[in-house]
């Protein structure tokens, strides 16, 4: 049995001021803070986990925090865009949304036949909202009415110099399915149907750098620790350099490159983020790894105070 990749498990990106990052997400977006920790490599900064009201996998925008880290540049090889799904009907509530919330926005764009509403967060990540059909997650419950609310991902682009190789391994290798193209522009989606991939070939583009305002990685989410052990002895067959498997405590994660220079991860679904506290207080305080907690008197004292969002949890 060959194992499944079934979509997009978290993206994962830089910012440089954890409490403006914690505001837009939170406060204008409407995600729920699902986990405060730090950066299991780096445990004097933060790690912001967002997603739904579980953080379930497919709907987990993540940062690392690194105070007045300077800017990155958007550029190939990376994912240059997160889009997030909206239903049909919401563009027009998140156009006044973000106008009033003082962030400009590129409404007007149709790509494959869906509305796109482009904006950027205040460290420059680019964004889209997605008119989508047929959603029926469950969106947070959080300070967007749930007719709005963002529900998931519903997918990236990623920046190449040209798209055949990591196309290949898409669909060849990942279980994606190949949806055709718009101009430079290539779509491939998911096992379970959710999220897309677009690879936007642009050859003669200047590459981008680390830093904040730029995505870290994305992760595809496998169904188990067996699945996970299997696709790492299959890319390891094929010549990729995959990492060994490492605890992210509310994951386990493989870490990878496309043949364009993408960081890819394959993350568990299991154990989520109520592993380590309960789900109405998901990201209420900071949690540590249990190999970290004997400096949390020091951590605490590091890392920047963060003023947390309310969150009340429907019934
Ligand atoms: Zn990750």
Not at 183 to 194: C, D, F, I, M, V
Not at 196 to 214: F, K, N, S, W
Request: negative net charge.
């Amino acid at each position: 049995m060959s194992p499944t990749i079934s979509g997009i498990h978290h993206i994962t990106a830089i910012t440089a001021d954890a409490q403006k990052n914690i505001d837009f997400y939170c406060g204008v977006l409407g995600l729920r803070l699902v986990k405060l920790t730090v950066n299991f490599d780096d445990p004097e900064s933060y790690h912001l986990y967002y997603g739904d009201r579980l953080g379930r996998p497919g709907s987990i925008m993540t940062f690392f925090a690194w105070p007045g880290a300077t800017r990155g540049r958007i550029g190939p090889p990376q994912v240059t865009t997160v889009a997030f799904a909206v239903s049909a009907q919401a563009l027009e509530f998140w156009a006044a949304r973000l106008k009033e919330s003082g962030f400009a926005f590129w409404p007007g764009e149709t790509r494959f036949g869906e509305g796109v509403l482009g904006f950027e967060d205040p460290d420059g990540i680019r964004l889209e909202l997605i008119a989508t059909a047929g959603l029926n997650g469950e969106s947070p419950d959080g300070p967007i009415p749930p007719e709005s609310a963002i529900q998931r991902f519903h997918g990236v682009t990623i920046s190449e110099e040209g798209h055949e190789n990591t196309a290949k391994l898409l669909t060849e290798i990942m279980g994606f399915k190949d949806e055709g193209r718009e101009g430079h522009r290539y779509r491939y989606r998911s096992a379970n149907g959710e999220s897309v991939v677009d690879l936007l070939c642009i050859p003669a583009a200047r590459r981008g750098g680390m830093g904040a305002g730029v995505v870290h990685h994305i992760a595809y989410r496998t169904l188990d620790d067996a699945q996970q052990l299997e696709w790492r002895d299959e890319l390891v067959g094929l010549g990729y350099n995959v990492s060994s498997v490492m605890d992210r405590v509310y994951f386990h994660s493989i870490y990878y490159r496309d043949p364009g220079g993408v960081l890819f991860e394959i993350a568990t679904d299991p154990p989520g983020f109520t592993i380590d506290e309960p789900a109405e207080k998901l990201g209420s305080i900071l949690k540590l790894p249990p190999w970290f907690e004997r400096r949390r008197a020091e951590l605490e004292q590091i890392l920047p105070p963060v003023r947390l969002p309310e969150w009340r949890l429907a019934a």
